[in-house]
């Protein structure tokens, strides 16, 4: 069972033992959109990564704090506001906004190395790929990058 769910039972055990259906209907209740099923799967402790919405909803229902949430789902524990974007990008059009939350994502989560030390980004996987084809190819020298 992971850190993360140890520390829902244990809050949950404090309220009652509320189900799986209560804790969503509780974080409905509160604005949140929280399935029954996935609060179950976090209280088994069969679950992957949390979103923050999921994070807040849990942390609201079973007042946890949510930074407490975050360092026990190896998050970074600090509690920031939104982000808000300069008001300049009211000049964005629907495409570019996207690719900027796009980059907001691709920040976010990073995928590792086979060390498991140095983050890699999609750009980085999608220019090893051009290199190995090179090489495949028969050119001497990779792409630049």
Not at 44 to 65: F, K, M, N
């Amino acid at each position: 069972m992971s850190t993360l769910s140890e520390l829902l039972r244990q809050a949950n055990a404090e309220h009652d033992n509320l189900s799986a259906r209560s804790i969503a209907r509780a974080a409905q209740e509160h604005g949140y959109s929280l399935n029954h099923d996935t609060a179950a799967r976090y209280l088994r402790g069969d679950h992957g990564r949390p979103d923050e919405a999921t994070l807040l909803a849990l942390s609201t229902v079973l007042h946890i704090p949510l930074g407490t949430l975050r360092t026990a789902a190896a998050l970074p524990a600090e509690e920031t506001q939104p982000y808000h974007p300069p008001t300049e990008a009211s000049r964005l059009n629907r495409r570019q906004r996207r690719a900027v939350d796009e980059i907001i994502r691709a920040m976010l989560e990073p995928t590792q190395t086979a060390d498991t030390t140095t983050p890699v980004t999609r750009l980085d996987t999608h220019r090893s790929k051009k290199t190995t084809k090179a090489a495949r190819r028969g050119t001497l020298e990779p792409p630049q990058r």
